[in-house]
């Protein structure tokens, strides 16, 4: 049997036949434990990936979605690569518990959000890239613990420069940390615009990175009843005010920016009689 023979009855003994297995669109390696699903448009993870994967390649792909069922197997994954899709939002743990991950790149997936605890599973994560997306904040929190870090891409994302990015100052963040790629600049606030994150230093890091309470302005409790057989809806409106701008959306009040300024109610689709205060403090 030849070299190559030998290679592709491996190759099928890890990865599956492709008749059986989703995962016969993507490249499979047994000598390296890889599996390169690279631009495949992918608009989910396949099924069918070894166990014993130790890299995987998701990059260049349509993901929306990941959640923990998608890792919880992988064990021994060192290497993970997200890049490039349309995620979005990562959520509190949803890499689950990847004891052994390494590097995540995360670079162009259109990322808005890393919610705090998103990445406590990941006790060895040295590396990661979240360049080139369109996050305002990296929080420490998101962190298991940010001293295992040792580099971290974060350039090309519009970052509001407030507290929760003091922990990667120069005289904040762990001495192994090493901010690579082009150097992440602030959009806002607007007298730090412009300005190289890791060159901040005093007087405009204790006047302008900063983060203020929500405050919510005077009372108003108007008293609203629905008679007995009116159909009735519950309908809201928040206008909110972050980094200066008025919002007419929907609000994250978790949000340490966020100053509210009217919440308006109107009452239809509920049944029997009801009758309750609607106070703006609440």
């Known amino acids: 049997m030849s070299r190559m023979q030998i290679f592709r009855v491996m190759r099928q003994l890890w990865c599956g036949s492709p008749s059986t297995h989703p995962i016969s669109r993507c490249e499979c390696s047994p000598q390296t434990k890889s599996v390169s699903c690279h631009r495949k448009r992918l608009p989910s993870i396949p099924e069918g990936i070894p166990i014993e994967t130790r890299m995987l390649d998701l990059s260049k792909n349509k993901l929306r979605i990941i959640t923990p069922d998608n890792f919880s197997s992988f064990l021994q994954l060192e290497d993970l690569d997200l890049s490039d899709n349309l995620i979005s939002a990562v959520e509190p743990g949803v890499l689950g518990q990847l004891p052994y991950l390494m ?25 990661l890239d979240v360049s080139q997306n369109r996050l305002d904040s990296l929080e420490r929190a998101v962190f298991a613990s940010p001293d295992t870090l040792q580099r971290l891409c974060l350039g090309g994302n519009p970052l509001v420069c407030d507290c929760r990015l003091l922990w990667l100052l120069s005289s904040h963040k762990p001495p192994s940390l090493q901010i690579l790629d082009m150097q992440p600049e602030c959009s806002a606030p607007k007298h730090l615009m412009g300005k190289i994150l890791r060159e901040l230093k005093e007087p405009l890091v204790s006047r302008y990175m900063t983060c203020t309470k929500p405050r919510i302005r005077s009372n108003m409790t108007q008293l609203m009843v629905a008679d007995e057989g009116q159909p009735a809806r519950l309908s809201c409106t928040i206008v909110a005010r972050h980094n200066g701008l008025d919002l007419l959306a929907n609000v994250f009040f978790g949000h340490d920016q966020v100053e509210l300024l009217r919440f308006m109610c109107s009452l239809s689709f509920l049944s029997p009689p009801l009758s309750f205060p609607f106070d703006r403090t609440t």
Do not use: D, M, T
């Open 103 to 127: 590097e995540l790149r995360l670079q162009g997936a259109q990322l808005v959000s890393i919610e705090p605890f998103a990445f406590v599973g990941l006790k060895s994560l040295q590396l």
